[in-house]
């Protein structure tokens, strides 16, 4: 029975190195700096620029950039994951996010296989959740400035949970040009079916308010706005 012996000390030394590796990986700058390395060669149209920390105990970003079918830039990135749930694959709980600038941008020459290209044009009836490996959590989220297009938000506060069949957006605050803005939303997708929208956004000024909701099919949601306040003349 020696054979069985070797066996499992074998066993044993290779789950001690396979344990010591995930320990280093999760709880060095080195580790971190290998992951992320590794992660840009696979996608190469990702750049990461100024990675510090570790993934057990909070990770800064000073840049990252994405030049794929939109234009991706964030400054000062920092996040916190919750560990064990990942590392069972259970699921990605981001504790804390945090990042001082997401700028968001469609490029001027879109890409050759690109809808804007090729002239085709997105049907809202056939749009569906991406199929995510794992569901992601964001408990807390602060967004100093976002920017996509013509859309300009500012000192933004967002929580919510992405899953195989849902989008949900539990709380997102923002600002714009003296004007808040606090929103719920909720994206549900069912097979054969249409995406299900439940949005409610309300909107303040120092002399009006009002608050917007659409709820049903993506394709023909019922749209329904409130307002109150002196009408502008």
Do not use: C
Not at 159 to 182: F, M
Not at 190 to 202: K, N
């Amino acid at each position: 029975m020696r054979w069985l012996g070797v066996l499992v000390a074998l066993v044993l030394s290779v789950a001690a190195v396979s344990l010591a590796t995930a320990t280093w990986l999760l709880t060095t700058d080195g580790g971190t700096q290998l992951l992320t390395g590794q992660l840009q060669k696979r996608i190469v149209e990702l750049e990461l620029e100024g990675v510090q920390g570790n993934l057990l105990r909070g990770v800064h970003i000073d840049s990252l950039r994405y030049r794929g079918a939109v234009w991706v830039e964030l400054r000062g990135l920092e996040f916190e994951l919750q560990m064990w749930p990942l590392i069972d694959l259970q699921a990605l709980h981001i504790e804390r996010f945090s990042s001082e600038l997401i700028s968001i941008q469609l490029p001027a020459v879109p890409s050759p296989d690109s809808e804007l290209a090729t002239g085709q044009s997105l049907r809202l009836d056939e749009l569906q959740l991406p199929d995510l490996p794992l569901p992601i959590y964001l408990h807390a989220a602060t967004v100093a400035q976002f920017t996509y297009a013509a859309v300009a938000l500012s000192d933004i506060h967002l929580a919510g949970a992405w899953t195989k069949t849902a989008l949900q957006i539990s709380e997102l605050q923002a600002s714009r040009d003296g004007v808040s803005l606090d929103a719920r939303l909720a994206l549900v997708s069912a097979q054969s079916q249409p995406i299900h929208i439940d949005l409610a956004l309300s909107w303040f000024m120092p002399e009006q308010q009002g608050r917007l909701t659409a709820q049903g099919p993506i394709t023909q949601p019922s749209v329904r706005h409130r307002f109150s306040g002196p009408v502008p003349t």
